[in-house]
């Protein structure tokens, strides 16, 4: 059972920035697609980043330009960091592994493992 624990959310003003951090237990994270979700209150989850094996990433539209995913297989860990903060980014982000090649990395449904999630607000 792969755990993955997220830190480094708060609140911050409207164009700050945020460094969020997932560590996990899996020393073999490396062969894993790590994802970014978040959800709004009352909303759906929606996907924010990924992170391939090989470093590739990709993000939603609406955080383009602004967050960037990254990892650091020999600490195990995955980063979002996110700069110009909006109001609308205001969510509790979760990262997510997928133990296996994915293709549809906007798909929560691929992913086997998630985290706890970690509290972002940004205020106007």
């Known amino acids: 059972q792969v755990q993955l624990v997220e830190f480094g959310g708060g609140l911050v003003h409207a164009g700050g920035s945020l460094r969020l951090s997932c560590a996990t237990s899996?020393?073999?994270?490396?062969?894993?697609?790590m994802g970014w979700f978040r959800q709004a209150p009352g909303k759906e989850r929606e996907f924010v980043a990924a992170?391939?094996?090989?470093?590739?990433?990709n993000y939603a539209d609406s955080v383009k330009g602004r967050f960037t995913a990254s990892r650091d297989n020999t600490k195990i860990t995955v980063y979002l960091q996110m700069n110009s903060l909006k109001p609308e980014d205001r969510a509790g982000y979760y990262c997510?592994?997928?133990?296996?090649?994915?293709?549809?990395?906007?798909?929560?449904?691929?992913?086997?493992?998630w985290g706890q999630g970690t509290q972002v607000t940004v205020s106007s």
């Open positions: 992170i391939s094996r090989s470093g590739s990433t």
């Open positions: 899996e020393r073999t994270i490396s062969n894993y697609v």
């Open positions: 997510a592994a997928a133990s296996r090649y994915i293709l549809r990395v906007w798909n929560e449904t691929e992913y086997d493992y």
